[in-house]
């Protein structure tokens, strides 16, 4: 079905012939072999991207909201699998998949027959407010599907609609449980905490802070904006809180060349994150808890090690201050695991953590002892979405049926491999490949170049992102196979070859 794999090497360019052998060998060599049948074999470019049609509507929406941020119009009708058509016809081999929100890539037969059920549909059009007015079989609903994935230890949950309410909400979390300790398990509010939190004075707002890293993306919206540092532009003009900000582990690749260095990288933060705590007490504002990325996305696809998360939570429960793993990006099985702190080994439990993207909906799984023990406190109208969870619980179906986190390891042996072999043969231009999984990335060697990847990339039919000031970052659905990867791999190298020409 896919060129790449049935051709010989002999029968490709000269210049080719060497490396796409390397990837072809290691496409026979994986177990996973299917496709989801009728899906594309490989990229179409019809025009340049954007085209004519994604340009005029760009215009038209331009008209009625800042849009600049729009890279190409969709045509959600033709997608399929792993590849993305655009309304110009162009079809992308898509390897950042809405900024790593799809899980078993566009129109997924099992999930376009979900809706033709009409109980599914009443679903839809029924749109609860769950906290006061949940249907009958939410309870079993959140058993069954979102606990059944529940990371180890924590059989807790909180729904919500996106990444940053859910981490906004769980800090809320984190500053009940903190005062709760401070008050006493039985004591109840005083009159003066009643009154002064009305107008936002001590003590019934306190002076509590969250521990952050540079380089972090939590969200956009108030609270969590204070503990994101990944871009300017999204905290210019904005107010925040006086939180600390601890500097987040940046290897030096490849980790196994420089294991000494990165140790000592790795305790450097420890020691900066703890003195920072100590400090902010010391102004008044305790730290309340911390949190963090597995791997840092928006900011640069910066992972931290097992040895580096471990320390985070001895760290977090030697100061009383709770731990809170953000796995909107990471969540949902693109790091080979279904929650990317499995990977850590830790000797508990995180305190929290919270989800989104993969996950259809938003959200955060808990320990019993951050569930607040009053109505309201954690609420709003919708608190979720149940016709999310019916995609979701069908999502799940998917992955255990056709062992996707299998697939993702494969698939990520052979991205991994192959991208060390482009990173040999163009040192010059790329750099550091790191992640777990497909969640993967590598750095170009300046900002100018990065652009000239992604640009380049687009123009073969691929569709990528980036992020941080130089990493090209992969997002692909678990469905992608070792061939996808193939496909992938001959493009960047078509791409890195005549950037290569052009210096």
Known sequence: MVLIFKFPATALPKTLQHK????????????????????????????EIPGPKSKQLLSELSAIQQSSSVQLFADYQKSFGNYLTDVDGNVLLDVFTQISSVPVGYNHPKLLELFQKQENVKTLVNRPALGVFPGEDWPDKLKNVLLSVAPKGLRNVTTM???????????KNMFIWYRGKQRGENAEFTPEELQSCMINQVPGSPKLSILSFKGAFHGRTLGSLSTTHSKDIHKLDIPAFDWPVASFPRYKYPLEENVRENTAEDDKCIAEVEELIELYAKKGIPVAGIIAEPIQAEGGDNPGSNEFFQKLQNVAKKHGAALLIDEVQTGGGPTGKMWCHEHFNLSSPPDIVTFSKKMQLGGYYLKPEFVPKLAYRVFNTWMGDPGKIIILEAILDIIKKENLLQTVEETGKVLTSGLKELEKEFPELINSVRGRGTFLAFNA??????????AGLKKKGVQSGGCG???????????????????????LRQVLQETKQMF
Not at 161 to 171: H, L, P, T
Not at 447 to 453: E, H, R, V
Not at 472 to 480: D, E, I, K
């Open 20 to 47: 796409t052998f390397s990837f072809v060998h290691q496409y026979r060599n994986a177990t996973k072999l299917a496709a989801l049948p009728g899906e594309p074999s490989g990229p179409v470019v019809k025009t």
């Open 161 to 171: 609609m996106c990444g940053s309410c859910s981490n906004e909400n769980a800090f």
């Open 445 to 454: 060697s300046s900002m100018k170049l990065q652009g000239q990847i992604l």
């Open 469 to 491: 000031e130089q990493a090209v970052r992969l997002r692909p659905a678990l469905t992608f196979q070792p061939y996808h990867a193939n496909i992938f791999l001959d493009k």
